[in-house]
């Protein structure tokens, strides 16, 4: 079945180190999201990307980096600079120019110890 | 710009009572909607969608959504509620030529027997 895998489900990351969490589809979408969740609090945009090579920063992009080589991949580097990095992270793709809806993955934690 | 307010934050209902989930949107024309489910610790699965045509829309689990263009809203609906519907739900609005949804803050349903 297609689908969206995050990977891996638990993170834990000393305070100082850059950690990368990925995201591979293989629904052939061409548009690819990273969000965050918070505890109570609904979803932030971090990045997203429309098509290989190519991607724009969202609300909340500093402290983040992406990547987009192929199409089937949307790696993100949640780098030192990222003052709160602990949070539930979750990846999205989509279909076309028009936002047809969101396939979610089933999201990564990391918290940072 | 688009926005996205779904007023209650937490709502507690009996198992078998009827639910309605209230979503307004900010937007000038007509918009595309989403309603999203998301249980603990997993990612979000779209419940059902509105582009246009019929404004009660069906979709998945049992659950329908009417969209009120007079009054800006989107409410999620369910005639019977199953104890296994106890998640959050996320309201969101996309729009021609834009390249992202906008997602609500959630509503938290708890399911008492």
């Known amino acids: 079945d297609g689908g969206i895998t995050q990977s891996p489900k638990y993170l834990f990351r000393k305070e100082g180190q850059n950690v990368t969490l990925s995201c591979e589809q293989n629904?052939?979408?061409?548009?690819m999201y990273w969000y965050r969740q918070d505890p109570g609090q609904g979803l932030r945009l971090i990045y997203y990307?429309?098509?290989?090579?190519?991607?724009q920063k969202g609300d909340i992009a500093e402290g983040y980096s992406v990547s987009r080589e192929k199409k089937e991949s949307f790696p993100l580097t949640v780098t030192s600079a990222q003052k709160n990095p602990t949070a539930f992270y979750l990846c999205?793709?989509?279909?076309?120019?028009?936002?047809?809806?969101?396939?979610f993955g089933s999201g990564t934690r990391l918290t940072v110890v | 710009a688009q926005s996205v307010t779904q007023p209650d934050i937490h709502i507690t209902v009996s198992e078998g009572a009827s639910l309605e989930l209230r979503c307004n949107y900010s937007?000038?024309?007509?918009?595309?909607l989403f309603w999203y489910v998301q249980s603990p610790g997993q990612g979000l699965q779209l419940l059902l969608k509105?582009?246009?045509?019929?404004?009660l829309v069906q979709g998945i689990k049992g659950f329908e959504a009417e969209f009120k263009r007079s009054q800006s809203s989107f409410n999620l609906r369910k005639p019977s509620v199953h104890w296994s519907d106890a998640a959050e739900y996320f309201c969101?609005?996309?729009?021609?030529?834009?390249?992202?949804?906008?997602f609500g803050p959630g509503t938290s349903l708890s399911v008492i027997p």
């Open positions: 999205a793709s989509s279909q076309g120019a028009r936002p047809s809806g969101y396939t």
């Open positions: 629904l052939n979408h061409d548009a």
């Open positions: 990307s429309q098509i290989v090579n190519d991607f």
């Open positions: 937007y000038g024309a007509t918009p595309y």
């Open positions: 509105y582009f246009s045509g019929d404004t």
């Open positions: 969101a609005v996309g729009a021609p030529g834009y390249d992202k949804v906008i």
